[in-house]
């Protein structure tokens, strides 16, 4: 068969993320499969990790060989479903988000923000805590001619900074402070999880794409993502070209979940790429056998029978 190097199945995930979206990706592909090797196009602005992990545990207990396909934006959730794969294929637009959990805002039900953000806060207000006390030391001693011991310039210092940022410690919920830690340990224990059967994913790469970049938008292009993870190439014209033929959901997530198996759309590609590698050799003979003036040629019909018969004369003896 002409498709057996080419064998692998191609499916599009574009859109959110979410429980239900999940059981939908595993009916589509249950329904389609036909190798043993997959191609999964992704684009999406993540969504929750707990759909994303069934949707990459599923795909490595059915395939050898996953491969995640990002031509445009891959986040949040979407970079935890990459993962699970054995290798990643990206095109010059495509780009994976840090691996961070989005949560609800206090007192807003439909704002939400990142995991991270607390984690920042609490990291912000020490290191300006710890700032203005040295200073405040610094100041006493100096202001005092050395007259004020250390022992007393500190106490006094410990005195204005609690007084600065007492009030806003003071509004700390604990128990929030823990929801969103455990909240923010659920993206890289999956992440863990997915990484062991294929390994894609470099040592230390899962705390790097978890806790270290400053956004939740933040852009991981392939550059970024080559020192992340092992096993990155760009795509292929041929990738390339199966991106285009199904349009800008590709690159841009759809709002509401499109889901299809492109198994034969990218068959379809190879194929055309298969006859323009091998084109059909052109003949100088025109098909009724006739030479490039309109007479019979030497080779066929009428001008082979007339060779024949001109080479029976000359092989008859003369009297």
């Known amino acids: 068969m002409v498709f057996e190097r080419f064998a692998l199945d191609y499916f599009l995930y574009s859109g959110p993320i979410e429980r239900g979206s999940d059981l939908d990706f595993v009916s589509m592909v249950a329904a389609h499969k036909k190798s043993d090797a997959v191609t999964l196009i992704l684009s999406t602005g993540g969504g929750s990790p707990d759909a994303a992990y069934k949707m990459g545990r599923y795909l490595q207990k059915r395939y050898d060989a996953v491969t995640v396909f990002v031509p445009g934006f891959c986040k949040s959730a979407g970079t935890l479903l990459a993962i699970a794969a ?6 010059p637009y495509g780009e ?34 710890r700032e203005t006390f040295h200073q405040a ?21 410990s005195d204005i900074v609690g007084s600065m940022y007492g009030p806003v410690f003071s509004q700390i919920d604990p128990e ?4 969103r830690s455990r909240a923010m340990r659920i993206g890289e224990s999956y992440g863990s999880r997915l990484n062991q059967k294929f390994r894609n994913m470099r040592n230390g790469g899962m705390e790097v794409i978890a806790q270290s970049y400053p956004s939740h938008g933040f852009v991981i292009d392939m550059d970024e993502v080559s020192h992340l993870f092992e096993r990155v190439r760009e795509a292929t014209e041929t990738e390339k070209a199966l991106v285009d033929s199904i349009g800008r959901c590709c690159r841009f997530p759809e709002s509401k979940l499109m889901l299809s198996c492109v198994t034969d759309e990218m068959a379809a ?5 298969v006859k323009d590698e091998n084109p ?23 001008g082979k029978r007339a ?8 092989a008859r003896p003369t009297k």
Not at 86 to 91: E, H, V, Y
Not at 307 to 314: H, L, N, P, W
């Open 269 to 273: 590609i190879e194929a055309k790429v």
């Open 86 to 91: 054995n290798d990643l294929i990206f095109s």
């Open 96 to 129: 994976l988000g840090p691996l961070d959990i989005q949560m609800s805002k206090q007192d807003n039900l439909m704002g939400m923000e990142s995991g991270l953000n607390i984690s920042e806060a609490f990291a912000s207000m020490e290191g300006r805590a």
């Open 137 to 157: 030391v610094s100041e006493i001693v100096a202001g005092s001619g050395g007259v004020v011991s250390f022992a007393i310039a500190a106490k006094a210092a």
């Open 280 to 302: 059909k050799p052109q003949s100088d003979e025109p098909e009724d056998g006739k030479g490039k003036h309109g007479k019979d040629s030497p080779g066929t019909g009428k």
């Open 176 to 179: 929030e402070v823990g929801s």
């Open 307 to 314: 060779a024949s018969r001109k080479g029976a004369d000359e």
